[in-house]
């Protein structure tokens, strides 16, 4: 599944500066090749190993995207060390042989996830022109979770989905975040700071039952709000 991602919008077109982070040596050769070739020389990459010195490597490369390979040796600890050394970056992960693991890659803070090999090319790109990119194995887990089923959260006692007593503001917030906002990108939109959003993003988590806008944005889309 894609869905549109505004952060990165515009850079396609000035270039983007993408660092791997991977313990394995062809893999990131093959990106290097691959992805500067599928977009006519605006994407550079570099390889970062997942050793005792990530975070400052990360971040004295100062990249739009990092991408964080799943695979042992690197796994789920690169994804929250990314977030913290360059916050401003975006975090994409490249999913591994535990199905389970890319959920966990997107409560680390990963914005979207890409599978391995020469699969990984497409969805890729489409990440880079701004796209938060779930494969839909992933997407169909997710909805399977904070589906219909009253343990998941997505059901009030009785049968009534959650979603029905949701006031319209908290609609059009879950509505936002379910379409791939940031909290920037709905502040501008509600006219209110970032820690307004991020506190009613909070409020409404807790009345949806979930602990992520992953979860929620998956609920959105078991009720038809998206």
């Known amino acids: 599944m894609i869905r549109r991602w505004r952060g990165i919008r ?47 490597s990360v971040r004295e490369a100062d990249p739009d995207v990092v991408l964080v390979d799943l695979q042992p040796p690197t796994g ?26 890319p959920i966990e890659a997107l409560r680390a803070g990963a914005s979207g996830v890409v599978p ?25 887990s997710l909805v399977e979770r904070a589906g219909p089923i009253e343990r998941a959260g997505a059901v009030e006692p009785g049968g009534q989905p959650v979603t029905d007593h949701l006031d319209e503001p908290d609609r059009r917030l879950l509505r936002l ?9 709905i502040a501008g939109m509600l006219h209110v700071s970032d820690r307004t959003v991020k506190r009613l993003t909070a409020a409404l988590l807790r009345k949806l039952h979930v602990s992520s806008r992953t979860e929620a944005a998956a609920l959105a889309g078991s009720a038809g709000l998206v």
């Open 10 to 56: 515009g850079l396609m077109r000035n270039g983007i500066s993408i660092v791997v982070i991977s313990g394995h040596p062809a893999l990131v050769r093959g990106l290097q090749q691959s992805l500067p070739a599928a977009t006519g020389g605006r994407v550079t990459v570099t390889g970062v190993d997942d050793g005792s010195e990530l975070a400052g």
């Open 76 to 101: 789920l600890p690169a994804v929250a060390a990314a977030r913290a050394a360059v916050p401003q970056a975006r975090i994409l992960a490249i999913g591994g042989d535990d199905p389970g693991t």
């Open 116 to 140: 391995r090999g020469d699969d990984a090319i497409p969805p890729l790109l489409a990440a880079l022109e701004g796209w938060a990119v779930v494969p839909v194995p992933l997407l169909n």
């Open 177 to 185: 975040i379910a379409t791939g906002s940031s909290t920037s990108d």
